[in-house]
């Protein structure tokens, strides 16, 4: 059964680097939490979007949240895309696909390959529930940054 909203947020804990994991147990239940899901790191929509966050950045650091990437790129990936676009906040792997399951957020096929993450958004509040879901099953469509930000207010 995928998490649902009201329930509390699954444990996670992946690394965002090779032979670093980042451990939300500690951050779950004390601080709002927003975990992005992404296909695929240095696809044209990811980066679009992982940029997007990057560059409203000021906007999330207000709102008194942390906020997480989730994709099924390998440690070694992840840590290079982070890099490279320059991104404020963690990008973690879950390259054995088991947090993206747990989530309701993988595709068992999109477009050929097999186990790819889907795009979608959680918000957890600082009590560690799922304050808003939000999976697509198309990867080319956005997450929607205002709901997101209106959720992350609200809770």
Not at 58 to 77: A, H, Q
Request: aromatic share 12%; proline share 8%; glycine share 6%.
């Amino acid at each position: 059964m995928p998490a649902r909203k009201g329930e509390p947020a699954p444990p996670i804990a992946l690394p965002d680097a090779p032979g670093h994991v980042v451990d939300l147990a500690g951050v779950f239940g004390r601080k709002k939490v927003v975990l992005l899901f992404f296909p695929l790191a240095f696809s044209p929509v990811c980066t679009e979007e992982m940029c997007t966050f990057r560059d409203d950045w000021t906007k999330w650091t207000e709102l008194g949240c942390e906020v997480y990437g989730v994709s099924v790129d390998s440690p070694f990936v992840v840590k290079k895309f982070r890099e490279d676009l320059n991104i404020p906040f963690p990008i973690l792997s879950d390259f054995n696909k088991t947090t993206c399951r747990t989530y309701g957020a993988l595709h068992r096929d999109l477009f050929g390959m097999k186990g790819v993450a889907k795009r979608a958004a959680f918000v957890v509040d600082a009590s560690g529930k799922i304050a808003y879901r939000w999976v697509s099953n198309d990867p080319r469509k956005q997450a929607k940054f205002e709901a997101i930000r209106r959720a992350v207010k609200a809770c």
